[in-house]
């Protein structure tokens, strides 16, 4: 696997529901990203992992939770959600400290909250 | 506080065609510049970054260019084709994580 990987793809969950959103890069990289992007609205950037600690995390409602257990791997609990919170789910990598500081994304999560 | 505006929203063009993609920022003050592509229900692509201290940027068709002082960057898309059609979007990293504009809707009819 190269580049960066997100599962599942798809997801369908209901209000009551908890499940997770996984996301892997294979880049080497030293921080990753979650971002929301929803019908009509630019991309929305919702946490910012750097060396494994949370760097940025924009008011973001606790019903996402996000963990970071190693540089190369990034959940998002999901828990209680609204129909709302539907939306494709992107992460993101980048070589932090210098250097381009290009970000990669992994294809993305199509959520759907019923 | 960073915004990204892209005009025009949408753009369609007939095969073969030039075109130009408009990004504006408000904050000059940035690190680099992306241009993304995205097509529909999928994630984005990296095409060109400029650092800030670059004018521009060349990728066989594309060309991105950078005016850090007047806040402005264009995507230059040569001999388009229908498999070019995909939303742009431009996005700068600066104090703040990477902020994004809403993109521009690009179809090429063949």
């Known amino acids: 696997e190269t580049g960066v990987t997100q599962t599942p793809r798809h997801l369908v969950m209901g209000m009551t529901n908890k499940k997770s959103l996984k996301c892997e890069q294979h880049l080497g990289h030293n921080a990753m990203y979650w971002y929301k992007q929803s019908a009509k609205k630019p991309l929305e950037l919702m946490f910012v992992y750097s060396l494994e600690e949370r760097v940025e995390n924009n008011s973001v409602p606790s019903r996402f939770s996000p963990e970071c257990p190693n540089s190369s791997h990034l959940f998002l609990h999901l828990h209680t959600l609204q129909p709302e919170d539907s939306a494709l789910y992107l992460c993101?990598?980048?070589?932090?400290?210098?250097?381009?500081?290009?970000?990669?994304f992994g294809p993305g999560t199509r959520l759907t909250v019923l | 506080k960073q915004e990204v505006t892209q005009i025009p929203a949408a753009l369609s063009v007939p095969e073969g065609e030039n075109l130009v993609l408009n990004c504006s920022f408000t904050?000059?003050?940035?690190?680099?510049l992306q241009w993304f592509r995205q097509d529909p229900g999928k994630g984005l692509t990296s095409l060109l970054l400029?650092?800030?201290?670059?004018r521009e940027q060349t990728s066989g068709r594309l060309n991105a260019s950078l005016d850090k002082s007047s806040g402005r960057s264009t995507l230059y898309i040569a001999a388009s084709q229908p498999g070019d059609s995909a939303t742009y979007l431009c996005a700068v990293l600066g104090n703040t994580p990477l902020v994004f504009g809403k993109g521009t809707r690009l179809s090429v009819i063949a």
């Open positions: 400029i650092q800030s201290s670059q």
């Open positions: 904050d000059s003050a940035i690190y680099n």
């Open positions: 993101a990598s980048s070589q932090d400290g210098g250097g381009l500081r290009e970000q990669f």
